[in-house]
């Protein structure tokens, strides 16, 4: 009797416990469900953008005679900068969102390469010279708004698409000059430029050159959850349609036969076309907290353009044969829902 009431009591205490598990299961998968079904209304993040990038830009004046085709190619690079950046996300309905994000960085490195080519005998290098870029900055702008379209099975993650437009501004300050190459004949009609290894203007400004992008984008983004700590998320966009708008002060071209006006000295509007992409890893700090890194490229390419020579006199027109905007590196950050 003894052992029979043994048996009674462990198979009551087995099915107390088989029924207790399945309750704490049950809630637990209720909590899941709550949790998934109550998505945050708000996401805000703070981070920044270590990158490098350059500019590039081209013409083509070869209709005045002992010109080359490129006629000047101008090419900013090396620029490294940390850009700091905000994001904040809003929920309007549990479908749509609407997104804002700004980055500023000061500039501070990188080299200007100036050449100009003739004709005279063939396309040939007149004039090479680098200068230092100092300064100045750059900032961005995106505002969009989209739409969850899938959830992933499990509570894996999910998919949206956005729209929405893009404002992108760079400026370059390039100080000093240094003569690398120089042939006369290949312009002949121009003043020589100067010997080879001539270092001059130590310090003084040469060249501002400031950049805007505009740009409408259309994209994706999506996060996938390898643990309950651990996702994968990226996001990629097209730009179909981007206006550039660029000018230079050459502030040593003040008089003589290249002179030119001073704000601007050199104008030039295209349009084209880009695209942007994110890829990085997302891990749960706290039930809110997330830290994000990961790495970012944007690139903006001229299609077609004019390009407007100020003179001190009159202003000439000219095909833009070039116009590239690069931007890529390592991004971190935190973000914070509720």
Not at 19 to 45: C, L, N, W, Y
Not at 262 to 271: A, F, K, N
């Amino acid at each position: 009797m003894i052992g029979l009431s043994r048996q009674v009591l462990v198979v009551g205490l087995c099915g107390w416990l088989v029924f207790i598990g399945q309750a704490i299961g049950a809630e637990e998968t209720a909590a899941q469900e709550s949790t998934s079904e109550s998505r945050p209304k708000f996401d805000v993040a703070i981070g920044t953008w270590i990158s490098t990038g350059d500019t590039r830009w081209a013409h083509n004046a070869s209709s005045v005679p002992g010109l080359g085709n490129p006629t000047s190619k101008l090419t900013y690079k090396d620029v490294g900068t940390s850009v700091i950046e905000l994001t904040a996300k809003a929920w309007l309905t549990p479908r749509w969102f609407g997104r804002f994000n700004v980055g500023y960085a000061g500039i501070g490195g990188g080299r200007l390469t100036d050449d100009d080519y003739g004709s005279s005998g063939g396309q040939r290098l007149f004039s090479r010279t680098t200068s230092d870029l100092s300064g100045d900055s750059l900032w961005y702008l995106n505002v969009d708004s989209g739409f969850r379209i899938a959830e992933y099975p499990n509570h894996r993650g999910w998919l949206e698409v956005f729209g929405g437009y893009q404002f992108w501004h760079t400026k370059y300050e390039a100080t000093g000059l240094n003569q690398v190459a120089c042939d006369p004949s290949a312009i002949p009609s121009l003043p020589s430029c100067a010997p080879v290894g001539t270092i001059s203007n130590q310090g003084q400004t040469v060249i501002t050159n400031t950049t805007n992008w505009h740009s409408i984008r259309v994209g994706a983004s999506t996060e996938y959850r390898l643990t309950r700590r651990f996702s994968l998320v990226g996001t990629a966009a097209l730009i179909p349609l981007s206006i550039v708008d660029n000018k230079d002060i050459h502030h040593l071209r003040t008089s003589g036969p290249t002179g030119l006006q001073q704000d601007p000295s050199i104008s030039m509007l295209g349009w084209g076309v880009g695209a942007d992409a994110d890829v990085g890893l997302r891990l749960r700090l706290l039930e809110s907290l997330f830290l994000n890194v990961g790495y970012r490229v944007w690139w903006n390419h001229a299609v077609d353009g004019v390009v407007t020579f100020h003179g001190l006199t009159a202003s000439s027109e000219y095909p833009l044969t070039q116009f590239d905007s690069l931007r890529h590196g390592l991004t971190a950050g935190l973000n914070f829902t509720f």
